[in-house]
């Protein structure tokens, strides 16, 4: 999300020049003029500077993540530790120049999140998806890019969200007396009574979606509610917003599916990106257009087949990890 955020501030146009320029320093032939053109547009504005740290960043996360055959769960698995102990030693570093206080450092949320996942029990990569039944009949599925730790003992039954989505099916527990199960993100915590939901780790806010039973959510700083089945809600630390109907469509990712129902393009893009590694991106002339179908998940390439064939689009490799759906 934070890398949503960061590219929203850099102008469509300039990151499509930055990739460009990128794809000709990998194709391994640069011509001295070619060479002094990029740093004529470099030093022309610093927003053509952030945009190639951009375009560098997405690189080095791609080629990071192909090191790892991916035939080896074990070696996937290792493969992400060392991704995330990079990223922590860079958020720390980072934190340390504009912060000033080492122990500030902890307070930041970013920084939290990868310390509290680098040890978690469960874990998925970019376009991964994984099923788990857990020590007490619990049945849970993980969504892409998703960190959670898993922390039973004799008084409760804890998940805690670092990152991604869940969805969770709970199982009697067969201790007595039973231990309350509790799902904790960073906004606060989800005791189930008897049910199914799902969870979304936002950066900021937590959305809860519930299939049967009830939920009762409790943030760190607000009273508690309870949200029933055929509802979803998103709260933050300090409240919890009006519960909308239930859009089942949002749990199809268990099915290997993104549904959309007449979804804007951007926002469809950007949930499509979260199952491949790199840029995935819109141009702004297009953005609204409305998408409506059944795309699948775990192969993105012929979801964006798709998506071409159904609208008046064309899908731009400028590079593998770099991909921008601009009008046909």
């Known amino acids: 999300m934070a890398m949503q955020r960061h590219e929203q501030e850099i102008p469509y146009a300039t990151l499509e020049q930055a990739a460009e320029w990128f794809a000709v320093f990998r194709s391994g032939r640069v011509e001295d003029d070619e060479r002094r053109r990029w740093q004529d547009w470099l030093a022309a504005d610093a927003g053509h500077r952030q945009a190639w740290a951009r375009v560098e960043a997405i690189s080095d996360g791609v080629a990071i993540a192909r090191e790892a055959p991916q035939a080896a769960s074990a070696a996937l698995h290792a493969a992400s530790q060392v991704r995330q102990r990079r990223k922590l030693l860079k958020a720390m570093a980072l934190a340390a120049v504009t912060v000033g206080a080492g122990w500030q450092v902890a307070r930041q949320d970013s ?85 199914r939901f799902a969870v979304r780790q936002y950066h900021g806010n937590t959305e809860l979606g519930v299939s049967q039973g009830r939920v009762e959510i409790t943030p760190f700083d607000a009273p508690a509610r309870v949200i029933a089945a055929g509802e979803q809600t998103r709260f933050t630390r300090h409240a919890i917003a009006a519960a909308d109907a239930l859009e089942p469509a949002r749990q199809a990712w268990t099915q290997g599916m993104l549904i959309a129902e007449d979804m804007p393009l951007a926002q469809f893009l950007a949930e499509l990106s979260r199952y491949r590694p790199g840029h995935l991106g819109c141009d702004p002339a297009i953005a609204g257009l409305r998408v409506v179908g059944a795309f699948p998940l775990r192969d993105t390439g012929q979801a964006l087949a798709m998506l071409e064939a159904a609208l008046p689009v064309r899908v731009k490799f400028t590079l593998p990890w770099w991909v921008t759906v601009a009008p046909a």
């Open 111 to 195: 920084v939290q999140t990868l310390v509290a996942g680098l040890g978690a029990a469960h874990r998925t990569g970019t376009g991964e998806s994984r099923q788990v039944v857990l020590a007490d009949g619990t049945r849970l599925w993980l969504d892409t890019d998703t960190v959670l730790d898993e922390r039973y003992d004799d008084s409760q039954r804890l998940l805690v969200l670092h990152r991604g989505v869940i969805l969770v099916e709970t199982h009697a527990d067969t201790t007595h007396p039973a231990r309350p199960f509790i799902v904790h993100s960073r906004q606060g915590a989800m005791r189930a009574l008897g049910t």
